[in-house]
Each structure stands twice: as C-alpha cells, then as structure tokens.
C-alpha cells in the first residue's frame, strides 16, 4: 500500500453510518487490487463468474472455480457477498432452451430447469451470499411493451420472473432478493420498472429490494431525475441499492477515441457530480442500504470497451495507480472527514 493511500480514510468508513461500500471484482482484479479492495470496500459483487454461463456451461455440468474464488476472497477480508445474477437474456447457454432434441424446450421443462440451477447456485452459496440480482434486465428500454423481448419469454411467458424469486427464496429464506436493471432513472424505464416490481409484490413474489444499475456519466442522468426515482422505488417499501455504478467521463453517444488522459476539466466534472450525487444517496440513507461500483479503481473498467470499443475510460474514484482521485477527495470532504 502506498504512503498516500494509507493516509486517506477508507472509503467504507467514509459511509460506515449509511451503506455499504461494494465493488465488482474477478479472479484477476482480486489480486491486482487486492489491497485496495480490502482496504476500502466492505461488499463485492461477481462480474461475471456468477452468471448462468460461468457456472452451468452444459446441462448437468456446473463450474464453480472462479466464483468459489471470490466467495473465498469475501470470507478472506471479512466482506460482505452479492450474488448476480440468477436469470438474464444474456450470457445463458443456448442448451437450457433447447430439448433433448433440438427443438425449442416447453414450458415446463425450462421452469424445471431454472428451478434446478436457483437451487444448486443459491444453495451452494447460501453461507457466503447475502442477497442476490435474481432477475436481471427484463424491461424493454423503448416503446409501450412492458418486457423485452427473450428466449425467456418466449417459452414461459412472464411467469420466469415470479418463478425465479420463488426459487430463490426457497433455496435461501434468508437472502434479500434484489430486481436489477439499467437506465433506471431515466422516467420511461423508471415507470415500467415500478410498474413490473408493484406486481410482484401484489402476487405476493419474495422479493425485497431493487438494483439501481447506475451506469451513468457527467451529463446523465440528472439529479432530479435520480431523486425521482429513489422516490418512486422507495415508495414500494422496498430497499434499494446501486448494484453497478461507475461515472463515464463521456456522453453515451460521445464516439470520441483520442483521449489517452482525461481532457481538462474531465475529473473536475467528475468530481462535482460524484460529490453531487453521493450527497443525494446520503439523504435516502434510510432505504438505500449499499452502493457498489462496477470495479474498484480506473486500471480495470468494462467501460473500456464499452460503448467504444479500446476506448480509455477513468469512472471511478480511485487512478490506474489506485490513488485517490479529486472525486475522492469531494467525498471526504462531503462526510465531513
């Protein structure tokens, strides 16, 4: 660790009185940011080693290395375990909607199926995982229909979603069962994702809380718009976390590949709306109850090659070096610290 990071308060501590601090993580970044992570962070997330392609690549065929890993590196450091995520139209092997004879699988038989990976998954981790992402960007971003269009759908209809807390909640009573999704303070979405949650909770579905994704960035989304939605959320009586954030330094439609370093004013902006947004989160403490970044420090970010492919991206708090950033610093100052 270096000088200047040990003369910084940790970040978990920074908001120890009002929600965990997360981070996501992989086999590699657990080592490379080993220190870091232990030091600041008292909750990580899978990026992807929990996803129903990581673990169950086959039928009958389960791989646990990877994500037994980050479960190892959770108990190691005394953190805290989100699991993500149990049902996505992404990442999911093409066998699980296929029957045995390459026709596409009934109803029932893709129910049986789900069923039976909730219950391998959660079950094996039921020791280590406080609460997992169960069902995952369901909601179609554009237009009047409600869900997205899926294999998913598709076979069972919206009957998966029920299904999948069902059978979380009867691996694991005890895990909070979270609903996750993106663009999630964006009004449109924001009112389709209450709508999907309010019916849920009306047919009496476990589930307890709901994923702010916030992948957002200096220009979106706005503040207003971000209170609006912890509001409309909240107002289910349900917890909320933000399970993915991380603050672009450009506009989504920014194609932009020259940047070898941030422009100047890039991480004074930051800085601002991180300050901004996190006095926000302060206020809602009450039903906010962890906020998880989508990685720990700019040397590793899924934002370098998204939406721009091999494009340098710095979203985070802390530099590539894992040094604090001025963003850092406007937290600090922020609690007082």
């Known amino acids: 660790m270096s000088s200047t990071e040990s003369t910084v308060p940790a970040l978990k501590d920074l908001f120890a009185n009002d929600f965990r601090i997360g981070a996501a993580v ?80 009934s109803k029932t038989l893709l129910l049986e199926r789900l069923r039976s990976h909730i219950q391998t998954v959660v079950g094996r981790y039921k020791q280590d995982i406080y609460a997992w992402d169960v069902v995952n960007e369901v909601i179609a971003d554009e237009g009047d229909a409600l869900l997205r269009p899926s294999k998913w759908l598709d076979i069972a209809g919206p009957d998966f979603i029920a299904k999948a807390f069902e059978y979380a909640h009867e691996a694991d009573p005890n895990a909070l069962l979270f609903y996750n999704d993106y663009n999630e303070s964006h009004p449109h979405k924001r009112d389709k994702i209450y709508t999907l949650v309010k019916s849920l909770l009306e047919q009496g579905v476990p589930i307890h809380g709901i994923g702010l994704q916030a992948h957002w960035n200096l220009f979106d989304p706005s503040l207003d718009d971000i209170r609006a939605a912890i509001e409309k959320y909240a107002s289910l009586g349900l917890q909320l976390q933000l399970t993915e954030l991380d603050m672009s330094v450009f506009e989504f439609e920014d194609k932009r590949t020259d940047l070898r370093a941030p422009a100047p004013g890039m991480l004074e902006r930051q800085a601002e709306k991180y300050e901004a947004v996190f006095r926000v989160l302060k206020e809602y403490r009450e039903v906010i109850s962890g ?39 406007r937290l600090v100052n922020l609690t007082g610290n």
Not at 38 to 65: L, Q
């Open 26 to 105: 992989n086999p590699h970044t657990i080592r490379t940011q080993e220190n870091l992570l232990a030091r600041h962070y008292n909750s990580i997330t899978a990026e992807n080693e929990m996803k129903f392609v990581s673990v169950h690549p086959e039928e009958g065929t389960y791989t646990f290395d990877e994500a037994d890993e980050l479960a190892a590196f959770a108990r190691k450091h005394g953190m805290a375990l989100r699991g993500h995520t149990l049902v996505w139209h992404n990442q999911t092997g093409d066998w699980l909607f296929k029957d045995s004879q390459g026709g596409p699988a």
């Open 291 to 329: 906020v998880t970044f989508w990685g720990a420090a700019d040397d590793y970010t899924w934002l370098d090659d998204f939406p721009v492919r091999g494009r340098k991206n710095w979203p985070f708090l802390f530099d590539e070096q894992h040094q604090p950033k001025p963003a850092y610093d």
